[in-house]
């Protein structure tokens, strides 16, 4: 059985799962075409990351699920290796040139941002993204100690997800507390359908 594999960091990689050892832990050799064929673990080792994650998806000959194509994305936007937006990007490049398709839509989706105080006594932001019809967890938590750059990841994440992925974002909802909305620049809200469950005319 073959599949694609993506990193934290959001590298594709094409592997053959070859059944389990005798411990019971996944045999994966990686196989991505024009790369050195070698096992999973082997890659970690000469990354130099031993504790690397890796998550499915998409076998071959199936279709990259929505909710799949916003995980990965989301993957980069926690861990981006240069800058976001290119990184994210790259990801769409990689799926195209490894012939892998993908769902296009529709995603309803919820951002929900948290404010706190920091050990410094600073103000921090963080915002995680979830699917509203599963609850699954696409975006872990972005932080910043700025809500305008926060934003700007937020806008960012749905720009690649409509306009380079071509995937279509039915309804978009958030949920963050008065003070936050307070602090909020009025072009913000006009992304949303619904703010903290409640519909925008």
Aim: aromatic content about 8%; some cysteine.
């Amino acid at each position: 059985m073959k599949g694609i594999l993506f990193s934290d960091s959001g590298d594709l990689f094409r592997c053959s799962f070859d059944g389990a050892d005798r411990y019971g832990k996944p045999c994966i050799t990686v196989i991505t075409q024009g790369e050195v064929v070698q096992s999973l673990d082997d890659l970690k080792i000469e990354e130099g990351a031993p504790h690397l994650k890796f998550r499915l998806l998409c076998l071959d000959g199936e279709p990259v699920s929505s909710l799949n194509v916003a995980r990965l994305l989301g993957s980069v936007m926690v861990h981006p290796v240069l800058n976001t937006d290119e990184d994210m990007c790259r990801c769409i490049t990689q799926m195209r040139r490894m012939k892998v398709g993908w769902e296009k839509g529709p995603l309803r989706l919820v951002i929900s941002i948290e404010h706190f105080i920091n050990e410094n006594n600073e103000p921090e932001y963080s915002f995680h993204v979830i699917d509203m019809d599963t609850e699954d967890r696409l975006v872990d938590d972005v932080e910043s100690d700025n809500l305008g750059d926060l934003f700007s990841y937020i806008h960012t994440f749905i720009h690649i997800l409509v306009v380079e992925a071509e995937m279509c974002v039915d309804s978009l909802g958030l949920f963050a507390n008065g003070a936050v909305l307070k602090e909020m620049d009025p072009d913000d809200f006009e992304i949303f359908d619904y703010i903290n469950g409640q519909e925008v005319n």
